[in-house]
C-alpha cells in the first residue's frame, strides 16, 4: 500500500556566541576564518521544533516555516538534504509495514514544518537552531549512523552558527585546515550542568529585521577590513584558549572580559568594513554603558554583554541575584513607554520572573 507516513519531531534551542564567528573562507562550504565558541539556550526560549515526514504520496521535497510555505531551492538546504540523503540507511516500522533501502531515500519526497518559540521577526538568531534542528531530525529519520560532530558539519553547511546548536552547554566550532571542510565541526566544551549559575537576560532592543545580513556582512569584511586580518591571526587564537580556561574553571571574572571584548571587536570589525555595518543602536550603547559602569563600581564584572549582528543585548548574569538586579537596572533606565525602551525581555531562567 502507498498509505503509510512515517514522522520524527526535534526540537533544537538556539546558541549565542561568547567568540565571535565573522568571515568565511569558503563560501559554499561555509568555512570560518577563525574558531568560535558559544553557549546554548536552554530549550523554554528561542528554540525550533521540526517535523521532518517521509511518504509515497509526496511527489517533491517541500517546507513550512511558522505555517507558511518557503522554497527550498536555495544552495544551503539542498546541500543538507544532499549530505543526509547520500548517508541514509535502511528503516523499518514494523507496525507500519514500511521498509525503506537506503537506496529508496533518493526518490523519496520529505515534507517539514518547523516552528520558531520565538517570533521570528525579533531579529534573533533563528537560523542556528533552525538548521541544527533540520538536519538533526531528518538524520533521525533517515536512521543516518552518524556522530553528533559529523551532522554538525552537515548543519554548518545550512547556516555556519547552527553547526553549534547540535550540543548543549558550552560549545566549540572549530574551523579546520581541511579544503573540503570535514574537519569543520563543533565540539562540546562542557555540558549544561558544568556552569548552571549562570542566566542569561536577553533584551530585544529592536524587532526589526537587520539592515545587512549576516552573509553580505562577512563577504564586505573578508574583502575590506585589515582589523579582521588580524583579529582571525592574532587575537581570537589566544582569547579562544582563554575562554576555554574560563569555561573549565567556571571564572566569570575572565569570562566576563572575554566576553564583552570580544563582542567589541566584533562591531570593531563591523565598522571597519567598507562600507561600514552599523549593527548597534543608541540603546545598545546605553546598555553597554550601564553594564560597564556597575561592574567597575563591584570591583569585580557582575554581568557580560555580547551583541550578534543586530542591536538586542544578550547580558549572561553570574547568578540569578544579579540577574535580579541585572531586570531592575534595565526598567529603572529604560522605563516602558518611553523613547528608548525595551520591547521585551527574554530570560534564560524563566523562575527569575515569578
Ligand atoms: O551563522 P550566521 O550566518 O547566521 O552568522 C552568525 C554570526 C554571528 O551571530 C554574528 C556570530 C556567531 O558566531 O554566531
Redesign the pocket.
Given at each position: 500500500s502507498q498509505k503509510w507516513i512515517l514522522t520524527v519531531t526535534a526540537q533544537t534551542p538556539t546558541?549565542?556566541?561568547v567568540?565571535?564567528?565573522?568571515g568565511k573562507r569558503d563560501e559554499t562550504l561555509?568555512l570560518p576564518v577563525n574558531d568560535?565558541i558559544?553557549v546554548t539556550l536552554d530549550p523554554t526560549h528561542l528554540c525550533t521544533t521540526t517535523t521532518v515526514a517521509v511518504s509515497p504520496s509526496f511527489d517533491s521535497d517541500r517546507m513550512w516555516l511558522n505555517g507558511k510555505e518557503i522554497s527550498l531551492s536555495g544552495g544551503r538546504y539542498q546541500n543538507c538534504l544532499r549530505e543526509i540523503r547520500g548517508r541514509a540507511g535502511d528503516v523499518e516500522d514494523k507496525n507500519k509495514g514500511v521498509k525503506i533501502a537506503k537506496e529508496d531515500w533518493q526518490k523519496l519526497h520529505l515534507h517539514i514544518a518547523s516552528y520558531n518559540n520565538f517570533p521570528t521577526a525579533a531579529g534573533l538568531?533563528s537560523?542556528?537552531a533552525g538548521f541544527a534542528c533540520l538536519v538533526f531530525a531528518l538524520a533521525k529519520l533517515m536512521n543516518v549512523n552518524e556522530d553528533q560532530s559529523k551532522l554538525s558539519a552537515i548543519a554548518r553547511q545550512g547556516?555556519?552558527?547552527?553547526c553549534?546548536s547540535l550540543y548543549g552547554g558550552f560549545v566549540k566550532?572549530i574551523m579546520g585546515k581541511d579544503d573540503k571542510g570535514s574537519d569543520s565541526l563543533a565540539v562540546q566544551l562542557a555540558d549544561e550542568k558544568h556552569w548552571d549559575d549562570l542566566v542569561i537576560v536577553i533584551a530585544v532592543v529592536s524587532s526589526r529585521q537587520k539592515e545587512t545580513s549576516?552573509?553580505t556582512g562577512?563577504r564586505d569584511t573578508v574583502e575590506t577590513s585589515l582589523l579582521l586580518q588580524h583579529r582571525a591571526k592574532e587575537v581570537v587564537p589566544k582569547r579562544v584558549l582563554q575562554m576555554e580556561e574560563a569555561i573549565r574553571n567556571r571564572d566569570f571574572t575572565s569570562f566576563a572580559q572575554l566576553t564583552c571584548a570580544d563582542s567589541n571587536q566584533?562591531h570593531a570589525v563591523c565598522l571597519d568594513t567598507s562600507p561600514p555595518i552599523f549593527y548597534m543602536n543608541d540603546t545598545s550603547h546605553r546598555i553597554i554603558s550601564l553594564v560597564e559602569k556597575w561592574n567597575r563600581s563591584e570591583g569585580t564584572p557582575q554581568v557580560a554583554y555580547t551583541f550578534?549582528?543586530g542591536p538586542n543585548a544578550v547580558m549572561i548574569a553570574r547568578n540569578r541575584k544579579t540577574a535580579g538586579l541585572l531586570l531592575q537596572r534595565l526598567l529603572f533606565n529604560f522605563p516602558p513607554n518611553s523613547d528608548a525602551d525595551l520591547n521585551d525581555f527574554v530570560i534564560g531562567d524563566k523562575s527569575i520572573l515569578q
Open positions: 546558541n549565542i556566541a567568540i565571535k564567528y565573522w561555509i568560535s558559544s538568531a537560523s542556528a547556516s555556519g552558527s547552527a553549534r566550532w549576516s552573509t562577512m566584533f550578534d549582528a
